[in-house]
């Protein structure tokens, strides 16, 4: 990797401090600060991490200002036109298309996991009912180290390659059974002669009284969902897997952990608070309301599946997800005015200066509730199917991390701007 070098000059004391600066094979340029502390005594304060690099990697790149997604150098619109979701997972696995062989060889690995331990029942049945089924997922998740404990040790390499078959292959039992619960329906088993994303939706919808026949169009919207929602570079979750993994805590720990920080509204839980909106908004005639609203510097409300850290162009997955809307509708005969709603709603915010002037397109989230609720699922499911598609992003970027020689345990510093050491007062003498 060529490098080059930037200098630091302290005005308070005069000095010069030089710092490489590395290039990525994409990417802007990076000053390499793992010795300023060390040479100047001085931190950088970077609370959102709006310009940092927090680790060296190769599985995802994003051009934020192009609009550009890829994994393992695979554009994303290629990816969901031509792969399906096994074949991303062992794309972000493992660096390669796969073969024919290697392909059904992963596939097959998959498919051996997919139950799980009766006993993991038991822990739905501690839930309330009305639990979000992002709480029984959390919890669930993290209790797969209770369950599993033969595949923890992130030191031993089969144990590492079984745990991240049993997470991929687990999470559509777990989830789907989290759907199941809260609906009071029995728990359902996967069905191994099945697809990925055609097991996933009889365990959701596959009751004993009556046979879930799988529509093939549906399940392809499925596994196109599960593909666009795969990994994408540092974002909080994948950051809270990587900063839990760096500890050394097993791997179905640290998913869990990115289950917890994906479910806020300002991440993976947008999916659901787009909807909400829009349900909310009601009638297009109620759109400039909301508009001035997400304006509204006094209000806190935003338009929900608008605006993304990276993207300052089209966020891709949204345009996907856009033409699969219209697919999935017309396939499914379903007439849902809110999608009329949202794209009206994303005319008339592209059109206004405020978004234009910040550059807040729709994301990923904007259109994959539409997709989502036409296939039956309710608002309180949505992150859940996030989750599930994202575990594979967490797992290869743990996986990526661990495997990182001289890897360390991060542990970010402060601005600390509270009191300085003062004298203890007595309770009888306050
Ligand atoms: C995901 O990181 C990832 O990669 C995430 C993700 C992934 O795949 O992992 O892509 C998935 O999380 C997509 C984002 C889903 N979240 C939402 O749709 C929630 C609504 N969006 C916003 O909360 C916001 O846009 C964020 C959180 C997504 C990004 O926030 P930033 O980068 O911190 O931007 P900011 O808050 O500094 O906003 C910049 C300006 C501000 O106005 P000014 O102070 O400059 O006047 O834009 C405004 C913000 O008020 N703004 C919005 C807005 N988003 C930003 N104003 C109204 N509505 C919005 N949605």
Redesign the pocket.
């Known amino acids: 990797m060529s490098q080059d070098t930037v200098t630091l000059i302290d005005n308070a004391t005069g000095k010069k401090y030089e710092f490489p600066v590395q290039h990525g094979t994409e990417g802007p340029r990076i000053i390499d600060i793992r010795k300023l502390y060390a040479e100047t005594g001085m931190f950088t304060h970077d609370p ?1 991490f709006t310009s940092t690099s927090s680790c060296e990697s190769q599985i995802t790149y994003i051009d934020g200002d192009k609009g550009l997604l890829m994994h393992r150098g695979y554009a994303i619109e290629d990816l969901a036109e031509h792969s399906d979701f096994m074949e991303v997972c062992y794309v972000l696995l493992h660096g390669e298309l796969p073969t024919v062989e290697q392909k059904n060889t992963f596939v097959s690995h998959v498919t051996n996991h997919t139950m799980v331990h009766e006993q993991m029942f038991n822990f739905y049945r501690g839930f309330r009912r009305d639990a979000h089924p992002m709480a029984i997922v959390c919890g669930v998740v993290g209790a797969m180290s209770a369950f599993y404990h033969d595949s923890t040790d992130i030191r031993d390499d089969r144990q590492r390659e079984v745990a991240t078959f049993r997470l991929i292959a687990k999470m559509p039992t777990i989830v789907a059974n989290a759907y199941k619960y809260s609906i009071g329906q029995p728990f359902q088993y996967p069905d191994n002669s099945l697809s990925y994303a055609a097991n996933f939706l009889q365990m959701c919808f596959q009751v004993p009284a009556e046979k879930y026949v799988v529509n093939d169009a549906v399940a392809r919207a499925m596994d196109k969902i599960f593909i666009l ?1 795969a990994d ?2 540092q ?3 994948t950051s809270t897997v990587r900063l839990a993994g760096s500890s050394g805590a097993n791997p179905f720990a640290c998913i869990a952990a990115g289950v917890a920080s994906l479910w806020g ?4 839980g ?1 999916n659901e ?1 787009v909807l909400n909106m829009l349900q909310e908004i009601g009638d297009k005639s109620n759109i400039e309301k909301f508009i001035a609203k ?2 509204d ?1 006094d209000d806190p409300f ?9 993207y300052k162009n089209t ?1 891709p997955r949204a345009n996907v997800l856009r033409g699969s809307c219209h697919e999935v509708l017309e396939k499914l005969g379903v007439n849902d005015p809110l999608l009329e709603l949202a794209m009206e709603l994303e005319r008339i915010a592209l059109e206004d200066e405020y978004f234009v002037e ?1 550059k ?1 397109f729709p ?3 904007f259109y994959s509730g539409i997709i989502l609720k036409a296939i039956g699922f309710p608002t309180s499911m949505f992150t859940c199917l996030f989750a599930l598609a994202r575990t594979v992003g967490w797992i290869s970027q743990w996986k990526e991390m661990i495997e990182e020689p001289g890897q360390k345990i991060g542990r970010p510093r402060q601005l600390y701007t509270g009191y300085n050491k003062r004298e203890y007062i007595l309770l009888n003498q306050r």
Do not use: C, I, Q, T
């Open positions: 959102g929602h994408h570079e974002n909080a979750s509204p300002a991440h993976g947008a608070a997400a304006k510097k935003r338009l929900m599946g608008f605006g993304h850290r990276v966020d910040r807040l994301n990923v989230d």
